[in-house]
């Protein structure tokens, strides 16, 4: 199983960025995928999680509002669209995958699979 995350960079205060993920080695629409941070001296923390065939969302109040997450089953590829970024978004995020529900995952269980985090910096 693989989770390949990309689509970090640096980017001004105000701006936007697209995170993918690309899943291989499982049945992607029979998973919960997620998306989770860790910023520099902090614990990694939940983001957002979307429901197997994309009609739940569940985020962080941090990034509600100004995150939204999405799939593609057919592509086998989740997103991550973030607006309105803050230097505080600055971290390295995550994606997951797991056999759990949405709800489940946005309290930290579940997650069965991790991809290698993308870095996300945003400047003020």
């Known amino acids: 199983v693989q989770l390949q995350a990309s689509g970090g960079g640096l980017v001004q205060a105000g701006g936007s960025l697209r995170l993918s993920c690309a899943v291989s080695?499982?049945?992607?629409?029979?998973?919960?995928v997620g998306w989770f941070r860790q910023a520099p001296g902090k614990e990694r923390e939940f983001v957002a999680a979307i429901s197997r065939i994309g009609g739940s969302t569940y985020y962080a109040d941090s990034v509600n509002g100004r995150f939204t997450i999405s799939r593609d089953n057919a592509k086998n590829t989740a997103f991550l669209q973030m607006n309105s970024l803050k230097p505080e978004d600055t971290a390295v995020y995550y994606c997951a995958a797991g056999p759990s529900t949405a709800q489940r995952m946005s309290m930290g269980y579940g997650m069965d699979y991790w991809g290698e985090g993308t870095q996300v910096t945003v400047s003020s």
């Open positions: 080695g499982l049945t992607f629409s029979s998973y919960t």
